[in-house]
């Protein structure tokens, strides 16, 4: 290997907090949050996975399911019914998601105000003879806030692009069920419009 390479593996191994180091020392908050964050991203990837596979075939059982539409006056309830399905299917989870990514700072927040109280009450014993045991105390006091923060940030910004793409598809739905309804109920069109 080449020099700088292992000169750079000592130093991460040396100054790199592991995992569960930086879990301790936030102190009990970052457990909280910890078990948030993964909670958060399963949501997250259960939305995208919505979002690129899921999405599609359940579009495609909904024209199956107009296909097969009450005739006469019931007709538009159904596809209306049909629409409604479909955007509570796109919008599920959005609302638990936004919830938890509000949570995250202030769980973080909460963890900083009970570190700090350990860092007075810390003084308190000690005095203030030793402002290492100072400094020491108050950097992993803002561990937690520093937490709920990046993992907020990060939340936030999939849940726009998530959050975007769901308004968008909720908007367009009346007009792809209008479209896949006159196919099925016009089959000609359908083979004029594909010539």
Request: glycine fraction near 6%; hydrophobic fraction near 45%; aromatic fraction near 10%.
């Amino acid at each position: 290997m080449k020099p700088w390479f292992d000169d750079l593996l000592f130093y991460l191994q040396q100054h790199q907090l592991t995992l569960e180091q930086f879990l301790q020392a936030g102190g009990w908050v970052m457990s909280l949050i910890g078990l948030l964050c993964m909670l958060l991203f399963t949501l997250l990837a259960e939305r995208y996975w919505f979002r690129w596979i899921t999405f599609s075939s359940l579009l495609r059982s909904s024209y199956g399911t107009l296909a097969q539409k009450p005739q006469g006056c019931f007709a538009p309830w159904w596809q209306q019914s049909v629409c409604c399905d479909l955007r509570l299917a796109i919008q599920q989870r959005l609302p638990l998601i936004r919830t938890l990514i509000a949570m995250c700072p202030l769980l973080g927040l909460l963890g900083t105000v009970s570190g700090m109280i350990q860092v007075f009450d810390a003084l308190a014993v000690n005095g203030t003879g030793n402002p290492r045991l100072m400094a020491a105390g108050i950097a992993s006091a803002t561990l937690p806030t520093l937490a709920g923060m990046a993992i907020s940030v990060t939340g936030l910004l999939l849940y726009s692009h998530l959050k975007s793409w769901s308004d968008r598809k909720s908007e367009q739905l009346p007009i792809l069920l209008a479209q896949a309804s006159n196919n099925v109920s016009h089959p000609h069109l359908q083979k004029d419009s594909r010539s």
